[in-house]
Protein backbone atom coordinates (compact mmCIF):
# COMPACT_ATOMS: atom_id res chain seq x y z
CA UNK A 1 0.00 0.00 0.00
CA UNK A 2 1.19 3.06 -1.26
CA UNK A 3 3.04 5.40 1.87
CA UNK A 4 2.31 9.38 1.77
CA UNK A 5 4.17 11.78 3.61
CA UNK A 6 2.36 14.98 4.50
CA UNK A 7 5.46 17.76 5.28
CA UNK A 8 5.00 20.85 7.31
CA UNK A 9 7.78 23.71 6.52
CA UNK A 10 8.80 24.95 10.09
CA UNK A 11 10.18 28.62 11.11
CA UNK A 12 13.46 26.42 10.69
CA UNK A 13 13.65 25.93 6.64
CA UNK A 14 12.97 22.05 7.76
CA UNK A 15 9.98 19.85 6.87
CA UNK A 16 8.66 16.88 8.44
CA UNK A 17 4.81 15.67 9.59
CA UNK A 18 2.69 12.48 9.36
CA UNK A 19 3.51 9.47 7.09
CA UNK A 20 -0.33 8.14 6.07
CA UNK A 21 -0.25 4.37 4.55
CA UNK A 22 -3.23 5.15 1.43
CA UNK A 23 -4.61 2.12 -0.54
CA UNK A 24 -4.73 2.20 -4.51
CA UNK A 25 -7.21 3.72 -6.25
CA UNK A 26 -8.05 6.34 -3.24
CA UNK A 27 -6.97 10.08 -3.84
CA UNK A 28 -4.23 11.90 -1.73
CA UNK A 29 -7.18 13.46 0.28
CA UNK A 30 -9.27 10.79 1.06
CA UNK A 31 -6.04 8.79 2.67
CA UNK A 32 -5.16 12.47 4.23
CA UNK A 33 -8.49 12.81 5.90
CA UNK A 34 -9.30 9.39 6.84
CA UNK A 35 -5.85 9.67 8.94
CA UNK A 36 -6.77 12.98 10.20
CA UNK A 37 -4.15 15.01 8.83
CA UNK A 38 -3.82 18.30 9.71
CA UNK A 39 -4.06 20.44 7.45
CA UNK A 40 -6.11 18.93 4.77
CA UNK A 41 -9.41 20.60 4.89
CA UNK A 42 -11.23 19.10 2.01
CA UNK A 43 -14.64 21.10 2.43
CA UNK A 44 -16.37 19.57 -0.67
CA UNK A 45 -15.56 15.91 -0.09
CA UNK A 46 -13.27 15.71 -3.77
CA UNK A 47 -15.42 17.43 -6.26
CA UNK A 48 -13.49 20.17 -7.09
CA UNK A 49 -15.28 23.11 -5.75
CA UNK A 50 -12.83 24.25 -2.71
CA UNK A 51 -9.13 23.96 -2.86
CA UNK A 52 -8.98 23.42 0.69
CA UNK A 53 -6.92 20.26 -0.46
CA UNK A 54 -4.35 22.14 -1.91
CA UNK A 55 -0.58 20.98 -1.43
CA UNK A 56 2.41 21.43 -2.91
CA UNK A 57 4.42 18.21 -4.78
CA UNK A 58 7.77 18.05 -3.29
CA UNK A 59 10.81 18.59 -5.89
CA UNK A 60 11.83 15.21 -6.24
CA UNK A 61 7.95 14.25 -7.18
CA UNK A 62 7.27 16.97 -9.44
CA UNK A 63 7.48 15.03 -12.38
CA UNK A 64 6.11 11.64 -11.41
CA UNK A 65 2.80 12.52 -11.12
CA UNK A 66 -0.18 12.78 -14.13
CA UNK A 67 -0.55 16.08 -15.05
CA UNK A 68 -3.51 18.04 -13.88
CA UNK A 69 -7.11 17.99 -15.37
CA UNK A 70 -8.22 21.15 -17.37
CA UNK A 71 -10.82 20.99 -14.16
CA UNK A 72 -8.19 21.01 -11.46
CA UNK A 73 -6.01 24.08 -13.32
CA UNK A 74 -9.57 25.97 -13.55
CA UNK A 75 -9.58 25.49 -9.41
CA UNK A 76 -6.18 26.20 -8.86
CA UNK A 77 -6.57 30.05 -8.69
CA UNK A 78 -9.02 29.57 -5.69
CA UNK A 79 -6.48 28.51 -3.23
CA UNK A 80 -6.10 30.72 -0.02
CA UNK A 81 -2.01 30.67 0.04
CA UNK A 82 0.68 30.87 -2.61
CA UNK A 83 -0.09 28.96 -5.75
CA UNK A 84 3.37 27.74 -7.16
CA UNK A 85 4.13 25.65 -10.42
CA UNK A 86 3.89 22.79 -7.59
CA UNK A 87 0.44 23.37 -6.76
CA UNK A 88 -2.10 20.52 -6.58
CA UNK A 89 -5.37 19.35 -5.15
CA UNK A 90 -4.61 16.54 -3.45
CA UNK A 91 -8.26 15.28 -4.77
CA UNK A 92 -7.13 14.66 -7.81
CA UNK A 93 -3.84 12.77 -7.56
CA UNK A 94 -5.43 9.08 -7.67
CA UNK A 95 -2.99 6.82 -5.04
CA UNK A 96 -1.17 3.24 -7.16
CA UNK A 97 1.78 1.55 -5.79
CA UNK A 98 3.91 3.92 -8.48
CA UNK A 99 3.03 7.05 -5.80
CA UNK A 100 4.57 4.95 -2.90
CA UNK A 101 7.02 7.33 -0.70
CA UNK A 102 5.14 10.24 -2.10
CA UNK A 103 5.88 13.53 -0.36
CA UNK A 104 3.84 16.34 -0.37
CA UNK A 105 4.09 19.54 1.65
CA UNK A 106 1.07 21.23 3.28
CA UNK A 107 0.31 24.61 2.71
CA UNK A 108 0.18 26.90 5.55
CA UNK A 109 -3.24 27.40 5.68
CA UNK A 110 -6.31 26.28 3.05
CA UNK A 111 -8.78 29.16 4.09
S1 LIG B 1 -11.51 18.50 -1.78
FE1 LIG B 1 -12.45 20.28 -2.65
S2 LIG B 1 -11.24 20.68 -4.39
FE2 LIG B 1 -10.25 18.97 -3.47
Do not use: N
Not at 68 to 78: G, K, Q, R, T, V
Request: glycine share 8%.
Amino acid sequence: MPIVHFLKRWPDGSLSGDEVEGQSGQSVMQAATAAGVDGIVAECGGVLSCATCHVYVTPQWADRLPAPSDDELAMLPFTAVERRDTSRLSCQIILDESLDGLALELPERQY
